[in-house]
Nanobody, 126 residues
């Protein structure tokens, strides 16, 4: 079983920044996806962005482009979500997920995204 854990959430004022960290307990293969999602209150999870082990660049949801950036730490077990210019609309629980495969959708497709963290709360005040 792969364990996934997020950290780094908190409260920030509009215009501020936060960096979330995702730690994965072990490698799940040479071809894998690592993604960030968020869940607004009362709604389903939506994709923020993700990276593919064999791909050149991360992909992002439209609302995240230019403000959020996914990066990998010095090993394949740690990943970051840098969030800049935050707005109150970014207030959500943020999740990290991973899974095997060669296609990494922005949607939380359970056939791809097999292992999920517990989430970390991000709150942005006006």
């Amino acid at each position: 079983q792969v364990q996934v854990m997020e950290s780094g959430g908190g409260s920030v004022q509009a215009g501020g920044s936060l960096r979330l960290t995702c730690e994965v307990s072990r490698a799940i293969g040479r071809s894998y996806c690592l993604g960030w999602f968020r869940q607004p209150p009362g709604k389903g999870r939506e994709g923020v962005g993700n990276i593919y082990s064999g791909g050149p660049d991360p992909i992002y949801a439209d609302y995240a482009k230019g403000r959020f950036a996914i990066s990998q730490g010095p090993d394949k077990y740690t990943y970051f979500l840098q969030m800049d210019n935050l707005t109150p609309e970014d207030t959500d629980i943020y999740y990290c997920a991973t899974g095997r495969g060669g296609y990494c959708p922005l949607s939380p497709d359970p056939d791809v995204w097999k292992f999920w963290g517990q989430g970390t709360q991000v709150t942005v005040s006006p």
